[in-house]
Structures are given as structure tokens and as C-alpha cells.
DNA sequence: AAATTCTTTGCAAACGATTTCGAAAAATGT
DNA sequence: ACATTTTTCGAAATCGTTTGCAAAGAATTT
């Protein structure tokens, strides 16, 4: 049984722990911490001198309950495995600290319930704001509309959705899709195939429109030919193979996903298709080592860090009340089209 | 000026609010809520339907500070963009929802005083808990034991530290390292370079370890060649160039870090250096792609994932005080290794 | 000198959930 | 019918910080 009043850390240092050493108020401490006008100059530095002795910290929740601010965002994404992802959350870090801001994780593993679950989970003052990036079986946004009713900011980036009035941040999807199948184009294809991702992802659509319209203004013949693949490498190379053994093999092939451009890598090596005599491959990817490739794999950049920066300054603004200039509510960072080997042109 | 108690958000929820609607104490309904046995069912039901009517979730807030315990860890990293800690992380993720726990994401980015800062930051009560991988440039533990003084638990994983009394998590680097220098020694190499990251890592050591015990018990006469990298690709090229140019060039690369691997490959096409022919590449990577290069790299493959999900559940092992098994203060994951053709044996 | 400001500090009430303690009410035993 | 236990609930303290308000003293003005 606990006679005395302290716990099992007595170092646990407070306010009121302070209060008394100095024989002062805790508002008095707590004000002169904060660097109120109201204190003097001599009891702040009194406060001040002892506080860092005692390396007092603030407990953040007090803090936080009393403020109702958490000085935490949240950033959702569908997987974490995958370079782009990587480089948004490094573009995040580049703002957070500086903002006093610590950032929480989440996955949805491209599970819309999931997804709705994690949204829900954070409503009641956990963060003080959200981005997300869409699963790509999140095919409604009514656990978005959910949200939007707490009134949190939230910003969408690249898997982004148009129906909501939610600022988002995403690079030149159809633009690069339509250069990308240019190119393609221009290197002899003449049946490209479109690799996207199965459901209904904003970058998907917005990629095969480029796609489609590649197509049309350059009056290509033969048909379009879109194929959907998962998160699954197994079966997305089955889904392969079947696209390359099949009646019209493609001879060109843009994918959407870095992934899926790996998968098409993997499964030309193994059925000895020669890229780019075979069939020539382009690929939306944030790999250094495209470059290093068999053959190098021609690549569109995507400016990721650029776009998790940019999307984390828009949340702070949101959180800090500020208004948005108009290009911040749907801002678009351009991407980088690198020609490499894998699209060369064969004699 | 508000007159009335309400804030903007008229729906806040909370134990109050569903007490007066349900005529009860609050302390009644935070019981039900919790299921307590000393509420009958029928009170308990009422409460239930009602929260989930008006979607109430406690304030974290409110929960942490009198708990005393955030329900999150932290995990703390040297760079984000490394395929290794993002498996890592994935593995963690397994095991954090299921616990109702939350990840926080720290970036050290290879700097000792970040590292410091943000490890000083976490001190009061913010985690239950931390996970850490060291940064490069960490030379003493005075921050982890100004840590421990605190009393919250800590997990080491992959770059650890073994001066302190602390439980980690690693895979067998040493072995791995004996092993893929046996493998080059096998493959013809006479003169075997280490690409090692500068500063005093424990993967670097241990790996090093491994690459001098494989020479001398092979009897190598040409002495061991260790290279100090770092994370700037630019200077790594330049380094390695001068070690190309120089009067022991190489045949065979061992490369402790993916990243230098990749560096590897980018100099030798760029002095047309071939793999394996001029020189034999073998490097610790996670890359799934690692198959796909222009040749394709022999790798040691980490269980990250399972590192990941290991130190996490070793974490909450230690959040719950419960005891560790033997094995569970120095976990051991093996790795694997994979031979491709950049250690092939050439005519 | 009296009245007024300004400066500096303390008191106490929040914030929302948990938990200790105690008091009714109900159920049980004698 | 009375004593005892068990069940069920409410009041109030608590976690540590912030903040509105009051009050005391010093400084200024009239």
C-alpha cells in the first residue's frame, strides 16, 4: 500500500513538483514557461533554470486534453512496402518536426474496411489532422464524409478523390500517361498494353485516360487492352502470362505501378521475351535502380517527397486556420518521363 | 462570447453527455463502457446502444493522462527509404492494431543529435514504448541510458548496441557476412573489398567480423580491403571509382548495405566494368528487384518482416511486465542468401 | 494625496475519463 | 423479522496542464 503520495519514479518531475521547489503558484510556472508577459523577467528565469535541471517536460496529455490539440497528424496508406510511399513519408518528416509535430502511421493493406476502421479510430482528438492516399478497394467515401462532419483537416494525396471538396495533392497522371504511351508509340509499338491496378484508384483512371487518349490522337489501330492487377505478385504474373501466350500479344506495355513493371520483368525473363525486341516496357516508378535493370527500365518520376511536403503543408495550414491559396486546394507536382533501354528502339 | 457551456462541435461526445441521456452517473457508464462487473447487464446494454447511437469514443487524451499510458509506441530510424526498414515497419504494423496500440515514425536521418533530440522528446509518457535502430553516426549511449533512467521499455532491432541491458532483435550478420565472402572466395575472388557504412555501426562491425574470420580461415594473401561508405550516393560513386582506378582493383564486392551495392553497379557501368566477368557482386539487400539487374545480385537476404514483428511483440511483452524468455533479450533471425549472376563463375 | 493604471502572482475551475470509497437497494441466510 | 452479504450505482478525487479571474503591490496619473 502506497502511504506517501509519490510514485515509483520520484524523478517524475511536474508543475507542481516545480511550483514547490520554488515556492510558486503552478499557474505561475506553467505562464512562465510559456513565456507569458505576465510574469517577470526574474521568476522566468528562476522557473526556467530549474525546469532544465530538472528536465522537466510537459506531459503531452494534459497538455493536449486541456488544448484540445494533439500536436499529432496521422498519414494513411495502403502499403508501406513500395518506394513512393517511402518517399511521401520522408517529405512529411521534412515538415513535422520543425512544426513541433509527431506523425502516426497506419496501413490499410489496400482494405477499404480497414481503411474506415483506422478513419473511425482517430476521430476523437487522437490527431489534428489526416492524409491519406486511398486502398484501392475503396470504392465509396463515406467514411471520408464521416470524418469531414468532426471537422478535422485532411488532405488527400495521389490516390486521390475528385467527389469531395478535400484539398489534394497529385502529380500529372494523364499528362505523363499520354506522354508515356507516346513514346511508346514512337518506338515502334503498335499494341500496348495498360497494366493498372484492379479497383477503382483515382491514378488508375487518371493513367488509362492518358493512356486512351494516346491511343486515339495517334489513330492506333488495333485495341486498347487494359489489364487489372492486384498487390499479389503470384497471381499478377499468371495474369501475365496469359497476356503475353494469349491471341494478341502486346508489344509494347505501360505500367501504372512500379510493381506491376517488375512483375512484367519477371515474367518475360522467365518465358524468354526480350525487352525491348519483344515488347517494350515503361513504367510510373520511384526506383534508383531502374537504372540497373535488365535492360535499364524507362521510368516516369514522381516527385514523392515533393508531394508529401507540399501535402503536409497544405494539413498545416488547415490546422492552423490559415486560408488556402486556390492552386493549394488541388495542387499538381509534375513528373519526370527518363527514357532508358527497355524502350529502345530494335533494329 | 459563449454563453452557453457547448462548443462549436454540438456532437462532441462524451461520458457526460451520455449520462445526462441516460439519467446516470458518469462513473456508471464509464463502467459499462468497460464492461465492469459491478454494472448489471441490463444498465450496461442501455449504455452500449446509446454510445454506438451517437458513435461515442473516449478521449485519448483524457484516458492516457489519468492511465497513465498512451497506448503508442515510437519507432525510431535512420531513413525511411531503405526497403529494409520498410518491411520493418510492415512487421511492426502485424502485430500494433491488434494490441489497439499506435506506431509514431521517427527519422534520426543517420544523425546522432536528431536521434538525441528525439529520443529526449519521447520522455514524458508521449510512448509506452520504443523501438530503435541506431544511426550511423551514434557513437555513445548516453541518450538511451537518460532513456532507461525513465523506466519506459526499449527495443534495439538491426543496428543495436550491446553495451547495454537492453533486449534486441538482429539477424546473424556475422555468419551471413562469413558466408557470402566464402561465396566469392568460391567464385574465383582473389582480392575481396568491403563496402561498409562509415561510423561505428554494429551491422557494419559484425559484418565486418565475418568478411576478415572468412579470409583468414580461407588464407587469403591479399589483405583485407575495407571501404567506408555513407549515405550520399555521390561521394560512394567517387570513392568507389578511385577504388577501381587504384592499384589493387578488386574482383569481388562485398557490400554491407544495399545501397552501396546499387553504387556499385552504377560505377562499374559507368567504367565498363563488367559483373561477374571484371568483378563479382554480393550484397545485403532486401530488394525484390535485386533479380532483375543487368546481372542479376547475388543477395543476403534480412528477415525484416520478421525482425519487425519480433522486436514488437518483445516490446509489448515488456509493456505488459511480463517476463522475457532467454531468447527473447538477444534474438537471432537468419538470413539467406541468394546466389544470381553477379557472382557467377566466368570462363 | 487620492485615484487610476500596470505588473505580477495566486486561486480555482476547467479538460474527460478512471477509480476509490461509500451508500443505498436487493438478495440471501438465520 | 432481522442480520448479513451481494449487487448496483453515485459523489468526488485524480491525472498534469492551462486559463479566467481576483487580488495585492508597485507605478503612474490626476
Redesign the interface.
Known amino acids: 500500500m502506497n502511504l506517501c503520495k509519490g510514485r ?2 520520484m ?1 517524475q518531475v511536474n508543475l507542481k513538483k516545480l511550483a514547490k521547489e520554488l515556492n510558486l503558484a503552478v499557474s505561475t510556472v506553467s505562464r512562465a514557461l510559456r513565456d507569458s508577459h505576465e510574469i517577470s523577467s526574474q521568476t522566468k528565469e528562476r522557473v526556467r533554470e530549474l525546469a532544465l535541471k530538472l ?1 522537466f ?6 497538455s ?2 486541456r488544448q484540445n490539440k ?1 500536436k ?1 497528424i496521422a498519414v494513411i496508406i495502403p ?5 513512393f510511399f ?2 511521401v ?2 517529405g512529411i ?1 521534412s515538415i513535422t518536426p520543425n512544426k513541433g509535430y ?6 490499410s493493406h489496400e482494405d477499404y474496411n480497414k481503411e474506415r476502421d483506422i478513419l ?2 482517430l ?4 490527431v489534428d489532422g489526416v492524409m491519406i492516399s486511398f486502398s484501392n478497394s475503396t470504392t465509396n467515401y463515406e467514411h471520408v464524409e464521416a470524418w469531414q ?3 478535422i483537416p485532411l488532405v488527400f494525396f495521389d490516390r486521390t478523390c475528385d467527389e469531395l471538396d478535400v484539398p489534394n495533392v497529385m502529380t500529372n497522371d494523364a499528362e505523363m500517361a499520354f506522354k508515356a504511351t507516346e513514346h511508346l508509340l514512337k518506338r515502334g509499338c503498335k499494341n500496348i498494353a495498360f497494366l493498372g491496378m484492379a479497383g477503382s484508384l483515382s491514378i488508375t483512371n487518371r493513367r488509362k485516360v492518358g493512356y486512351l487518349q494516346a491511343l486515339e490522337k495517334f489513330k492506333v489501330t488495333n485495341p486498347p487492352q487494359i489489364v487489372e492487377l492486384t498487390s499479389k ?1 503470384y497471381s499478377n504474373r499468371e495474369i501475365l502470362r496469359q497476356l503475353f501466350e494469349g491471341p494478341s500479344r502486346p508489344d509494347g506495355i505501360f505500367a501504372a505501378i512500379e510493381k506491376f513493371a ?1 512483375n512484367t ?2 515474367v518475360c ?1 522467365e518465358m524468354d521475351l526480350h525487352i525491348p525486341q519483344d515488347v517494350k516496357v515503361i513504367s510510373f516508378s520511384n ?3 531502374a ?6 527500365l524507362s521510368t516516369i518520376i514522381q516527385p514523392a517527397y515533393d508531394i508529401g511536403r507540399e501535402a503536409a503543408s497544405i494539413l498545416f495550414k488547415l490546422i492552423e486556420k490559415k486560408m488556402l491559396l486556390p492552386y493549394e486546394k488541388k495542387m499538381i507536382l509534375p513528373s519526370q518521363l527518363i527514357e532508358r533501354n527497355s524502350t529502345a528502339i530494335t533494329g
Not at 57 to 62: E, T
Not at 102 to 107: A, G, K, N, S, T
Request: glycine share 8%; proline share 8%; aromatic share 8%.
Open positions: 515509483s519514479y524523478d528536465g517536460q510537459p506531459n503531452p496529455h494534459a493536449s486534453l494533439s499529432t502499403e508501406i512496402e513500395n518506394n517511402s518517399q513519408i520522408n518528416e509527431h506523425v502516426l502511421i497506419y496501413l473511425q479510430l476521430g476523437n482528438g487522437r462532419k468532426a471537422g505478385d517488375v520483368y519477371e525473363k526506383l534508383q535502380a537504372a540497373l535493370f535488365d535492360p535499364p
